[in-house]
């Protein structure tokens, strides 16, 4: 972990470098200053300076609109980057509204489809699972699912990764017959990256037993604890 976080230092060491460099350079306003300060926002946000980082991120979120105006994939990405750092400060609700807004910017301007639109599906998906409010998590997360399916369909991992999180949202809101099925695909995944045997499949039929245990199927659940 500490490696990482020095690594990370000297990423936010060269981008201060870089953006004073910059702001010599380049006029007032300049698209590439508002990438920079997104940026430094990020890397103060994982360094834990989440302050430092909200100030970053609204100063480029403010650059943005003189340019580019309200409307604009950069303002989506301003946005979430705010986003993100209201929910490092525990403020859930005005990080939400800043991720949806995010949503549907993306969604209009380059496609529901987009890898951006899926990034801030993720976003969504986590924050509100970590609310604990897990049927507003659940559409953004099937939207998720579907995207995975259509877009990487080569990407087994990613896929049993996102079947596993709708399993646990299902089960979460006490619908265990999808949260079954969603495990059940989930399943499938890993036996065709990790093979019959192992810690990773052990993990699924773990979890398909639960969901048996509460459907009240006992006998299934204990079939599959052995």
């Given at each position: 972990l500490y490696q990482i976080q020095e690594e990370f230092k000297k990423a936010l060491d060269a981008c201060e470098k870089a953006f004073a460099i910059q702001k010599k350079k380049l006029p007032e306003g300049h698209p590439l200053l508002a990438a920079s300060l997104d940026l430094q926002a990020n890397l103060h946000l994982v360094l834990g300076s989440a302050e430092r980082a909200q100030l970053l991120a609204e100063s480029a979120l403010a650059m943005r609109r003189e340019v580019y105006g309200s409307e604009h994939s950069e303002i989506a990405s301003s946005l979430r980057t705010l986003g993100l750092i209201y929910a490092k400060k525990g403020k859930g609700d005005k990080a939400a509204d800043l991720h949806e807004r995010a949503l549907a910017m993306r969604?209009?301007?380059?496609?529901?489809d987009s890898p951006e639109a899926l990034e801030s599906l993720d976003d969504l998906v986590v924050l509100y699972e970590e609310l604990g409010h897990?049927?507003?998590?659940l559409p953004h997360c099937i939207a998720g699912v579907k995207l995975s399916n259509e877009h990487l369909k080569d990407d087994l991992a990613e896929r049993m990764s996102r079947q596993d999180a709708l399993g646990r949202?299902?089960?979460?809101?006490?619908?265990?017959?999808?949260?079954l099925y969603a495990f059940r695909d989930s399943l499938i995944f890993s036996r065709k990256i990790h093979g019959n045997k192992g810690p990773v499949l052990a993990a699924?039929?773990?979890q398909i037993a639960r969901v048996h245990s509460a459907m009240g199927?006992?006998?299934d659940a204990l079939k599959l604890q052995k």
């Amino acid at each position: 972990l500490y490696q990482i976080q020095e690594e990370f230092k000297k990423a936010l060491d060269a981008c201060e470098k870089a953006f004073a460099i910059q702001k010599k350079k380049l006029p007032e306003g300049h698209p590439l200053l508002a990438a920079s300060l997104d940026l430094q926002a990020n890397l103060h946000l994982v360094l834990g300076s989440a302050e430092r980082a909200q100030l970053l991120a609204e100063s480029a979120l403010a650059m943005r609109r003189e340019v580019y105006g309200s409307e604009h994939s950069e303002i989506a990405s301003s946005l979430r980057t705010l986003g993100l750092i209201y929910a490092k400060k525990g403020k859930g609700d005005k990080a939400a509204d800043l991720h949806e807004r995010a949503l549907a910017m993306r969604r209009t301007l380059v496609g529901s489809d987009s890898p951006e639109a899926l990034e801030s599906l993720d976003d969504l998906v986590v924050l509100y699972e970590e609310l604990g409010h897990y049927k507003k998590a659940l559409p953004h997360c099937i939207a998720g699912v579907k995207l995975s399916n259509e877009h990487l369909k080569d990407d087994l991992a990613e896929r049993m990764s996102r079947q596993d999180a709708l399993g646990r949202l299902y089960e979460a809101t006490g619908d265990y017959r999808n949260a079954l099925y969603a495990f059940r695909d989930s399943l499938i995944f890993s036996r065709k990256i990790h093979g019959n045997k192992g810690p990773v499949l052990a993990a699924h039929l773990e979890q398909i037993a639960r969901v048996h245990s509460a459907m009240g199927n006992r006998e299934d659940a204990l079939k599959l604890q052995k």
